[in-house]
């Protein structure tokens, strides 16, 4: 008879309360399982969506291109690191930008022109399936153009419209031509829907007559690289230039990964304390009921420690049966959470956080972390709490409780 | 003879002011090892009070309280339960299990305490609980037992770890006669074969004439101290 034996048998003397209080552990882990699971997979729906639709996992760009988007800012050797990428098996995508205007019977607005190359975007990025009609750019240059979808409604343009463009080009001289609307793109972040005219590159050249001038390299390698090794990877094949992360390009989208991830905690400790404080009170009341017995053994010479030892533990059975059931339940739901998700449709169509587009469908991750840290937690906590009723009982003067009535 | 139990002058007092009350107001006793003594005393002279001081489970107001040769009032809490664990035995007037253990685990809590390896741990509490006639009840939880049966069990727990001296508070106050007829004969026999010391308390005429030795304590203070081989020679 050790311990855990004395504290299981102890726990069904009372099983309604027990029942009560098992219930309640296995909820809270359950609800925290889920819950830590749905956050993850908002973030990183969050973080793939960020990063997978336009702006990678590294970008690269020339020393103060970022600070002012100057033409003439161009990187150095951008074949370099397009070469350093694909050793790696990291698909690359190199990207030119010039500012102008674009029109469209009366209406016109300014416009971020982007120089893409088709099939490397294809390659690297879900840009080119993200349109809300139309189709991308095809794989020739033709001169036609992909808009933001707040720019296609300002212009109100339409597939087959035909835009008239004015640029300043690289050489001082005034170009202009006319493109016309192959496609027109879902929501993709703020900035890209206000002014993004996407133009193939050999089109971006001869409007803009920029040369061999590229702006920018976006690196993606869909998580298989780990940020940290992506970085060093590209200092090492273009050292002079400047290195970004998707956290340092998009720091409201890191920033809220973080506030999510404290918040989750936050909340779970909650739900914790809540089924810690569960705990304390069966063991409370299970103490008490026991004076007597508490009386007995120690006349028989346990000791305090023993006495700690033996509430603790069973406080332990109970919270670790909790936890278990509370486990098998969170997984369930975690599974159902990621296979099938939650359906956000019926609150809004696509929404959008920061600038991030989100699918309406929100489905949970699952991982070994998720699982252990709720579970672990909710041991600690649930061996914490009964340590009050614990000293009580191991405090008890043993005259008083055996001559208790 | 040993002396087990050396009480000098041992008084003890509850509460104050108004509600002062002298348990116990100047015993004076010698307890030797072998010997199966009695204290008799109507309710409230103070039984159970000085029982608990013999057993280290509550402290007297002055005077010396010796046992197994080791002043009470020099023992730490720990040092007392550990005087409790390897040197006493205990019974109590009733309830005296704990109820979600079986007879065996009861019986076997004080050696378990001990650190006596299972094994031999099992085989030492079976051959007890077998002597106090409990054979084949082992795996019985109190609730399965009969009251007598369940002293029985007691009787078993206090004596299996072989202590100097086994202290029985009322053993047989919760059972009827004739039960308390038959652990007090078991008691007896634990005495004379295994020279178990017992001292107990009791405010029955039949138990006390079973005593070798009988005290009579009235308002805290022993009014006849002497041996009564002569009371049972009356039976
Ligand atoms: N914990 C206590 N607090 C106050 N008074 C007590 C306490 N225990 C016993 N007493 C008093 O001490 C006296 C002796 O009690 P007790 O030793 O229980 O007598 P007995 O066991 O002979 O019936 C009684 O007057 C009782 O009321
Ligand atoms: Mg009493």
Not at chain 1, 226 to 236: A, F, H
Not at chain 2, 48 to 76: A, H, M, Q, Y
Request: proline share 3%; charged share 20%; aromatic share 6%.
């Amino acid at each position: 008879m050790n311990s855990l034996q004395y504290g299981w048998r102890n726990l069904w003397r009372n099983t309604r309360r027990t029942g009560i209080t098992l219930a309640a552990v296995c909820l809270s882990t359950a609800i925290l399982m889920a819950s830590y699971g749905l956050m993850d997979g908002l973030m990183q729906h969050a973080v793939s969506n960020a990063t997978n639709l336009v702006v990678g996992e590294v970008q690269v760009h020339a020393q103060g291109y970022l600070a002012d988007h100057s033409i003439y800012k161009a990187l150095n050797e951008p074949d370099l690191i397009l070469e350093a990428a694909k050793q790696k098996n990291v698909a690359a995508a190199p990207r030119r930008y010039g500012y102008g205007l674009v029109a469209v019977g009366t209406k016109s607005a300014g416009a971020r022109f982007w120089g893409v190359e088709p099939a490397s975007e294809r390659a690297t990025f879900d840009l080119a399936q993200h349109l809300q009609e139309g189709r991308f750019l095809s794989e020739t240059a033709r001169r036609g153009v992909v808009l933001g979808q707040k720019l296609a409604r300002s212009l109100q343009a339409q597939i087959g419209s035909e835009i008239v463009v004015v640029v300043q080009a690289a050489d001082g001289s005034l170009g202009n031509d006319l493109y016309t609307v192959t496609g027109i793109l879902k929501a993709a972040g703020d900035s890209i829907d206000r002014n993004a005219a996407l133009i193939h590159a050999e089109d971006f050249v001869e409007l803009f007559v920029s040369g061999d001038r590229i702006h920018e390299v976006a690196l993606n390698s869909r998580g298989m690289v780990p940020l940290d090794k992506l970085t060093e990877l590209l200092s090492i094949a273009a050292p002079e230039e400047e290195i970004k992360s998707w956290r340092q390009l998009m720091p409201e989208v890191s920033d809220m990964v973080n506030l999510f991830d404290a918040f989750i905690w936050i909340f779970g400790l909650i739900f914790l304390l809540a089924a810690g404080m569960g705990v304390m009170n069966t063991m409370l009341m299970a103490t008490y009921e026991r004076i007597r017995e508490f009386g007995i053994l120690k006349a028989l010479g346990a000791t305090p420690w023993g006495i700690i030892r033996d509430v603790a533990a069973e406080a332990l059975v109970l919270a670790a049966l909790g936890t278990v059931l509370g486990t098998i339940l969170g997984l369930a739901g975690s599974y159902y959470l990621q296979q099938v998700g939650l359906d956000l449709s019926i609150f809004a169509g696509t929404y959008s956080v920061g600038g991030v587009a989100f699918n309406p469908i929100w489905r949970a991750t699952i991982s070994p972390k998720m699982v252990l840290i709720p579970a672990v937690l909710m041991l600690i906590i649930g061996v914490v709490a009964s340590l009050y009723p614990a000293a009580l009982a191991a405090r008890l003067d043993p005259v008083k409780a055996i001559h208790r009535p | 003879m040993a002396t087990i139990v050396n009480l000098q002058e041992v008084t003890k007092d509850y509460g104050q002011g108004q509600a002062l009350t002298h348990a116990l107001r100047g015993v004076n006793l010698i307890i030797e090892a072998g010997e199966f003594t009695a204290m008799a005393g109507p309710s409230g002279s103070g039984k159970s009070t000085l029982l608990n001081i013999i057993g280290g489970l509550d402290r007297p107001t002055s005077g010396r309280v010796l046992v197994d040769g080791r002043e009470i009032k020099d023992l730490s809490n720990t040092e007392l339960g550990l005087l409790r664990r390897d040197r006493l035995g205990f019974i109590f007037q009733s309830y005296n299990l704990i109820p979600v253990l079986t007879a065996l685990e009861n019986a076997e809590y004080v050696l378990m305490l001990q650190g006596v390896p299972t094994a031999e741990r099992r085989a030492r509490v079976r051959e007890v609980l077998a002597e106090v006639g409990l054979e084949g009840l082992e795996d019985r939880y109190p609730r399965q037992l009969s009251g007598g049966q369940q002293q029985r069990v007691a009787i078993a727990r206090a004596i299996v770890s072989e202590p100097a001296l086994v202290l029985a508070d009322e053993p047989t106050a919760n059972v009827d006669s004739k039960t308390g007829k038959a652990l007090l004969d078991l008691m007896h026999r634990l005495n004379e074969e295994k020279g178990a010391t017992f001292f107990f308390s009791t405010h029955e005429e039949a138990v006390m004439k079973r005593a070798r030795r009988l005290l009579q304590l009235e308002d805290g203070i022993i009014r006849n101290n002497g041996a009564t081989a002569d009371i049972r020679n009356t039976e």
